[in-house]
């Protein structure tokens, strides 16, 4: 077991709404640190966008989810105070969570065949940064 | 601090939409591991289905929920585009989470007197993995 | 690498709900076990309360983020069959989450510029605990 430091990417959104498949960076970072069995927790460190886990097959189903959350929590509601007019991606951030855990074994990431990880922006574009932390749980090395 | 292995759990659903209390099970893998300071990783490796904690006490808590995520997100709405008719799972998926983390000590889950922990369906039924990773930080025995 | 036993915070909560600032006494939890690179896990042991992260500068926010959610799942639904009268404190504890994770480094909580803890109460005014467990990643000193 060893420490790894944070690592920080920067991710660029196009859109207001927007998910972001990052499945392939997480992966690359966990294949760079050579570790075969832990954990690693992405991190959002923002408060109007969030880390997800859905699927990564039809992108039907991203922009599926994308309308219902504004259907749900549309931008504008006349009761909203916060005049920055971005309530609604405070709301659906706690609605969906600042981070992830997924599992590493064997050196990779344990997702389910239809399972990737994704950045979901709801207030951009904007240039946004995510943390990928692994924790490395292998056995030492004889 | 060793290395423990994920395990897998086979979950039959029995209906398209179900919670499921899991606490047992995840308590027997801890048991078996006889890991006493920790936590462990509940993991979900589906799309349209969720892992979260609640009530374990009244049944009703249980419906209530469902039958309101249901008014939030039916299955279906004239604007979904993906053509399995079930991207309110994926919403649903989305809104309670694709694991916990709970913690251990003494060698037993530490979980509120009214807790349980619940694998959520929501596009059964179907057979289902669930993953158990048991993080071990108890100090080395003498 | 050390194993560091579960801290309990009891929280008093003032009204039925409510979003209180936990981030400084997590913070102090960090500062006195000393530890530098690490995570916390951060564990809400009740059924209508939950744990988030969001923004900490305008108080609107928040404000906004509670209404939101009572807009979303009022109080009372005429199909609620739980006769404790808190179905909705259960569905927003299932939405938001039972804990969150962040990490450590450098001896500090490694949150975003604009990032809060929050303890959210659903069904108060209540005594409430909640549970901070720091995970110890860092080098063992020589």
């Given at each position: 077991m060893r420490n790894l430091p944070i690592s920080t990417e920067m991710i660029n959104t196009h859109t207001r709404v927007e998910m972001l498949d990052v499945t392939d960076l997480v992966q690359k970072h966990v294949r760079k640190a050579a570790v075969s069995d832990g954990f690693v927790i992405v991190y959002?460190?923002?408060?109007?966008s969030a880390v997800t886990i859905n699927e990564?097959?039809?992108?039907d189903v991203k922009s599926d989810l994308l309308t219902k959350l504004e259907k749900l929590?549309?931008?504008?509601?006349?009761?909203?105070?916060?005049?920055?007019?971005n309530s609604d991606a405070h709301v659906k951030t706690a609605l969906l969570g600042n981070s992830v855990t997924v599992l590493i074994e064997g050196g990779r990431l344990v997702l389910g065949r239809w399972q990737g990880i994704y950045f979901c922006?709801?207030?951009?574009p904007r240039e946004r940064r995510m943390m990928v932390k692994i924790v490395d749980l292998s056995p030492p090395q004889s």
């Open positions: 959002n460190p923002h408060t109007s990564n097959a039809d992108p929590v549309p931008q504008i509601e006349n009761y909203y105070q916060h005049d920055e007019g922006e709801f207030d951009g």
